[in-house]
């Protein structure tokens, strides 16, 4: 597939508790499922075109790829399953291979609230071979995409945001989670209390049911492992071939996964790595001809923004935006991912010697996501799930310690992975009482060794929590999603196997780049 934008906030994109109310570990729900689930999950689906208007180019893409779209009905509150209901838009493309046919394979993007039903036919395509044995399933996870919406109305975004330099910039920060969390309440406080992963994953098996499947197998990335996690815990039974790729710590998800020091402590060798082979074509690039020269030309640029914003095109960028630019271009290690930061370093220090600047196509489209409302109903979805998976403090001075203690190793980094979120200001806190997740059910973890935003540390803590599964570390890297974007052929044949037999690898196992 073509490689997504996986960025550090939304990856991950990351002690969960959840106002659904507890489900005991290993206990398969479905078995004893309360009678008021019973019209959902044999509600009939009614599978058709998905072009929504003229102008949907994802629909139209999706018919011609003969996808098939449906809408299906589950319990806002699983507590409550006789009251009010919500949507989830999924989408099927059916298996080719009917002689190995595998039952349906959910894929989902992570974020937590990437919309996912544009990226069925890629999946398809693909996997290939493996793929054809399964119904490739997207679902579009509860408040995003095309499902029942969460949007809160946001003019730009914290996501993802850094408390910049100094106190002022992050007394900026505050001000702003503060305004979102305030919009959000006005306008979802009725929808806000359900957006986590637990009930998502309720949500997975009200689909399988629907499906007629007795198992649902699972490709998730990123924020998407916690989900699958999630599912493997709450139903155990009903697992089918499980994939966790760039697995996060399933103990500290949500929010907690931007507080994750083994994250920022890889994101500054990252950047001095760039750095290193931005000096060796300084002919070129007229970034510095050291290692040293190139961070300082970035240092320049980001101090400079703290003191007065810069311009940039028609957007003034200051010491908040910069970091988390920076961090979703080391994303991967890619010679095109370089180039493009290569790209935006130049234009931050054209901007910063002459007072303005013109952005980059690719930089044009990241700002517009950061500091206009443009992508306001993905962010309020995604910001919704991050601070229902995970409690957050309330606290401004003990963030601002935080930050204070962070920059110290990381001066441009610590206070991206530090900062203060609109989580702080959520209406309610989760309650706790969420199933730690621990499971025995098999499932295989694919793992960057190099990875910035899922770290191996957090792979191999999911490893540990699911007793049974195997791993895959490819080593030498630091992609945000490998299996069918790295292009590793240790990695996809692997992961292949699993998929088409149900058997995983007898040992974990480690590839080469």
């Keep these: 597939m073509k490689r997504p934008r996986l960025s550090a906030a939304l990856a991950v994109v990351m002690a969960t508790t959840s106002v659904a109310g507890p489900v005991p570990a290993q206990a398969d729900t479905t078995s004893k499922v309360h009678e008021g689930l019973a019209r959902f999950q044999h509600q009939h689906v009614d599978w058709k075109s998905c072009r ?51 039952g349906p394979l959910m894929i989902n993007l992570g974020g937590p609230a990437n919309p996912v039903l544009p990226r069925v036919p890629d999946a398809r395509q693909a996997m290939g071979e493996t793929g054809a044995r399964f119904d490739i399933i997207g679902m579009d996870i509860r408040f995003s995409g095309r499902s029942t919406p969460i949007d809160c109305g946001w003019p730009a975004s914290w996501l993802p945001r850094s408390a910049g330099a100094d106190r ?16 959000c309440v006005r306008a979802h406080a009725d929808l806000l209390p359900y957006a986590s992963a637990e009930n ?20 998730g990335y990123s924020q998407g492992s916690y989900l699958g996690a999630q599912y493997i815990t709450q139903f155990p039974q009903r697992a089918g071939r499980i994939v966790l790729d760039s697995a996060i710590d399933p103990n500290h998800p949500g929010v907690a996964i931007l507080r994750d020091r083994t994250a920022t402590a890889h994101r500054e060798p990252a950047l001095r790595e760039w750095a290193g082979w931005a000096s060796a074509r300084d002919a070129g690039l007229h970034l510095g001809s050291t290692t040293e020269q190139v961070l300082a030309t970035v240092n320049k640029s980001y101090l400079a923004a703290a003191r007065t914003p810069l311009r940039v ?53 990241t700002l517009a996501g950061q500091l206009t409302g443009r992508d306001s109903a993905q962010r309020s979805a995604a910001t919704a799930m991050l601070c229902g998976d995970s409690p957050a403090s309330r606290n401004v001075e003990r963030y601002w310690h935080d930050v204070e203690r962070a920059r110290v190793g990381a001066p441009l980094f610590g206070p991206l992975g530090s900062n203060i979120t609109p989580c702080a200001f959520w209406p309610k806190l989760p309650q706790a009482g969420s199933p730690r997740i621990h499971s025995r059910v098999p499932a295989l973890i694919v793992q960057a060794a190099g990875d910035i935003n899922a770290t191996l540390e957090m792979g191999q803590a999911m490893h540990r929590a699911l007793a049974r599964s195997r791993m895959i570390t490819l080593s030498g890297v630091r992609d945000h999603g490998v299996y069918l974007f790295r292009g590793s052929t240790c990695v996809d044949a692997a992961v292949n196997a699993y998929l088409a037999s149900g058997n995983l690898p007898p040992a974990d196992l480690t590839c080469a780049p």
């Design 168 to 183: 002022e910039s992050f007394q900026q920060m505050v001000t702003m989670s503060k305004d979102l969390a305030s919009r």
């Design 200 to 219: 998502a994953a309720r949500d997975m098996d009200i689909v399988r049911a629907v499906l007629g499947a007795p198992k649902l197998s699972f490709l």
């Design 52 to 102: 929504r208007g003229a102008d949907d180019a994802d629909g139209r893409a999706l018919d011609e790829a003969g996808v098939q779209c449906g809408d299906v009905q589950v319990p806002l509150d699983y507590r409550r399953p006789q009251g009010r209901t919500i949507t989830v838009a999924v989408a099927r493309s059916e298996a080719t291979d009917k002689d190995h046919y595998a």
């Design 313 to 365: 095109g028609p957007y003034l960028v200051d010491d908040t935006v910069i970091p988390g630019v920076i961090a979703n271009l080391l994303v991967d290690d890619s010679e095109e991912s370089a180039l493009e930061l290569a790209a935006t370093v130049r234009v931050l220090a054209q901007a910063t010697d002459l007072g303005s600047a013109e952005p980059t196509p690719a930089l044009a489209e």
